[in-house]
């Protein structure tokens, strides 16, 4: 099975920066999707950015210009630099993988693969 450990989070003052990373096992390829939500107390997860194995890339508004998805395929590894955090920004960042569908694929229930969460808190 494919498996999924997100780690970089902690906590941060306003303005600060986090680099979140994903590490993936149990698959030999890198055709999958692979994205960052987030989901805050209270609140529905939320999408944050994708990224396919060619590199292309999608943001969610929320994060657009202050958040940079990037993988390396070789060391099947995602990752989400964070910069310009807020206090909005805190939540359980997840990392999910899916494939097979037309890029960029929103709909979370169309995700194989998630991780546990990393907690990002901004104070």
């Known amino acids: 099975d494919v498996q999924l450990v997100e780690s970089g989070g902690g906590s941060v003052q306003t303005g600060g920066s986090l680099r979140l990373s994903c590490a993936a096992s149990g698959y030999t390829d890198c055709s999958y999707d692979m994205t960052w939500y987030r989901q805050a107390p209270g609140q529905a997860r939320e999408f944050l950015s994708t990224i396919n194995s060619e590199g292309r890339t999608s943001y969610g508004d929320s994060v657009k210009g202050r958040f940079t998805i990037s993988r390396d395929n070789a060391k099947n590894t995602l990752f989400l630099q964070m910069n310009s955090l807020k206090p909005g920004d805190t939540a359980l960042y997840y990392c999910?993988?899916?494939?097979?569908?037309?890029?960029?694929?929103?709909?979370?229930?169309?995700?194989?693969?998630w991780g546990q969460g990393t907690q990002v808190t901004v104070s």
């Open positions: 999910a993988a899916a494939r097979g569908y037309q890029f960029p694929t929103l709909n979370q229930g169309l995700y194989d693969y």
